[in-house]
Structures are given as structure tokens and as C-alpha cells.
């Protein structure tokens, strides 16, 4: 065998390996004595949120039960399970390279997002509204023309306020915010007039800041979020236990 045949034949086994690593599903690794990886939010309260230095919230309960589901199917009552915080711009990245399991925070369940990853039964069904100060007198999208509206950088809601702005011509300036705790923030300080986020967000959001009563969720639904776990959608057999356990979880 010549080098050049050597080359590519060494090019053709180390590509194959690494279609078996990444073929791997997560119930085979776990048996294998691998760990369970967890993605998780900051600030996504009341769902996802860290709270002395502990990731906990409604989904994370749910994300919980399902690590038990995980251990009970592949027989290892000491499955580790890891934590990895991410953002609304990294969390579907995550999960895709898979770099976490399950991210469990307060992913809405879209078509344009399950071309890269799949989404188990929906835990929560809310939309975005509008978080303003409490003086303001601002209670729909159309009352901001012409001023500043921030929203939080890789959401649902994010994208519905841009489209809206163009095809109404609102003329508003859409802001991004890196986490959605700068979005409050932002509202507060007065660099923007109004913060589109998930309803139930940003009341729990509000509720956490020192003066709750200085600001208020106003106006209609401008989008329907439904909630739901990410995980990967090249893993059938993981994702059907998860959604078997979702379900018994709803049901019961």
C-alpha cells in the first residue's frame, strides 16, 4: 500500500469511529456508566434559575424525574448527573452538538427549531406580553412607535416583535438583550421602554427585583409559547422513554 492509500485509508477508519461515537444514544453511554447531562437557565424563573448555586425550577423538577427514568431503564442507580447553564442563543446549540441531554429551561416548541432538535410533550402553554413600568401608560405593541422595545437575544418573542415592527412600520428600536434579567433591567433604567418576554417569565422576573410594584405585564398575547424539554432528535430511543415518562407525569 502506497502513502497516498495509506492516508485515506486512515482518513476512512478515523471517520467511521467517529460516526459510532456520535451514534452512541444516551440510554447506551449511561449504561456504560456514562453521565446524564442537564442544560439549565440563569434566570428563566420560574421554570429554570439558579438559585444558591443550585439549577431548580418547575422544568428542572420534571428534568429530575426524568434522570430517575434514565437510571431505573439502564440499571444504574448511580448515574451522575452534570450540569450546563445556557442562554436562549446557546441552548439549542447545545443540545444539537451534544454537548447536554436535556434542556430543561423554557424552550418554546417550533417548527424552525425542530429542523434541528426534537421537543417532548409540552409542560406549560403561555405567550409574550409586555413588561413596563408601572407609570407608563403603554399597553400594546402600537403604543411603542418610535421608542425602544428590548427582548431577549435567540426567542420566539424576539422574532415576533421584529416582524411586527416591519410589517406594521412601528417605527420601534428592538433592542437585544443578552439574558432575560438585563431585559428588566433595562426597562427599569430607562434604556428601553418595554420588555417582550413570556408572560409567566416575567412575572416571576418582576416579582424577584427589589421594588416588584415599580413595574407591571400589560397588553395581549403577541405570540403562544408551548413549553417544552429539548433533547436530541437523533436518539428515537431516548426520546421515547422521555416522552412515555412526560406523559405519565401529566396523567397521573
Known sequence: ????????????????????????GVLERVAAGGKLV?????????????????????????????ADVVRKKTGMKDMPVEYLQVTPATRIEAVESGKADLECGSTTNNAERRQ?????????ITGARMLVKASSAYERIEDLEGKKLVSTK?????????????????????LEAPEHGKGVEMVETGEADAFVMDDVLLFGLAAGRPDPR???????????????IMLSKKD?????????????????
Open 116 to 124: 434541528k432538535v426534537a421537543f417532548t410533550v409540552p409542560h406549560f
Open 214 to 228: 415599580a413595574l407591571k405585564v400589560v397588553g395581549r398575547f403577541i405570540t403562544t409559547e408551548p413549553l417544552a
Open 154 to 174: 435567540g426567542t420566539t418573542p424576539l422574532k415576533a416583535v421584529q416582524q411586527a415592527n416591519r410589517e406594521r412600520l412601528l417605527r420601534i428600536e428592538v
Open 1 to 24: 500500500m502506497n502513502i497516498s492509500h495509506w492516508r485515506l485509508a486512515c482518513a476512512v477508519a478515523g471517520l467511521c469511529w467517529a460516526m459510532g461515537v456520535s451514534a452512541q
Open 236 to 252: 428515537p430511543e431516548f426520546k421515547k422513554l422521555v416522552d412515555d415518562e412526560m406523559r405519565r407525569l401529566i396523567t397521573s
Open 38 to 66: 442537564i442544560a439549565h437557565r440563569e434566570m428563566a424563573v420560574p421554570f429554570s434559575y439558579v438559585d444558591g448555586g443550585k439549577p431548580i425550577g418547575y422544568a428542572m423538577d420534571l428534568c429530575h424525574r426524568l
